[in-house]
């Protein structure tokens, strides 16, 4: 009787033994395939984080963009909704100027009351054109106007209209410090005609 059992001439030792090497290798396949699938994972996730990088900065920029627009298109919205309510107090002024000129016309007795009502509808009015050179010519290039504003023709209108504008402009980045002291001139002039009545 043989003291090891052999099948196909390899003793039980070995059939284990060779078992062993085998799953040995098996395994070690299996971990080198894991290893280079987590390899190829990892490369093609960090390739997705940079591609996500990308577009997060991208995503800000157009932010950036987008809020600038924003700002940009308001104050031009703040400054065609001032626009429109200057050559609507405008057109009130020429249909209350072409009412008293008629009534003066037909009555004689209203003489010097409207003559004087109509000198100040027509500084009123000629207010409200400067104040639309203004707008048009976007705070550039407006010093007449400014000073006719301050020195004879503003009114309270036009100081509301300055304090508004000035705005607009430094929503803008524009320096206002001119639209300011214009302001303060018109207030100051408009105080002393009214301490002198």
Do not use: W
């Given at each position: ?15 284990v033994g060779?078992?062993?090497g085998?799953?040995a290798?098996?395994?070690?396949l ?18 997705h984080l ?14 950036v ?12 919205l703040?400054?065609?909704h001032?626009?429109?309510n ?7 002024l020429?249909?209350q100027?072409r009412?008293i000129?008629g009534?003066e016309?037909?009555?004689e007795q ?7 009502e ?6 009123r009015m000629?207010a409200?054109e ?5 707008i048009?010519?976007?705070g550039q290039?407006?010093r007449?106007?400014?000073l006719?504003?301050?020195q ?6 036009t ?13 803008r ?10 302001r303060?001139g018109?207030?100051?002039r ?8």
């Amino acid at each position: 009787m043989l003291n090891e059992v052999q099948i196909l001439g390899f003793s039980i030792p070995d059939i284990v033994g060779l078992g062993l090497g085998f799953m040995a290798a098996v395994l070690s396949l299996i971990a080198l395939s894991a290893a280079v699938i987590i390899f190829f994972l990892g490369v093609r996730h960090s390739r997705h984080l940079k591609e996500i990088e990308i577009a997060r900065r991208e995503l800000l920029d157009s932010t950036v963009a987008i809020r600038e627009d924003i700002d940009r298109n308001s104050a031009l919205l703040k400054e065609v909704h001032l626009g429109f309510n200057t050559i609507n107090s405008l057109l009130t002024l020429q249909s209350q100027h072409r009412l008293i000129a008629g009534l003066e016309d037909t009555d004689e007795q209203l003489g010097v009351r409207a003559a004087t009502e109509l000198k100040n509808l027509e500084n009123r009015m000629k207010a409200r054109e400067l104040e639309l050179q203004i707008i048009v010519s976007e705070g550039q290039r407006c010093r007449a106007s400014l000073l006719g504003l301050s020195q004879t023709f503003g009114d309270h209108q036009t100081i509301e209209f300055l304090r508004a504008y000035a705005l607009i402009l430094e929503a803008r980045g524009v320096e206002a410090h001119q639209f300011h002291e214009t302001r303060g001139g018109t207030s100051a002039r408009l105080m002393n005609l009214k301490a002198n009545q």
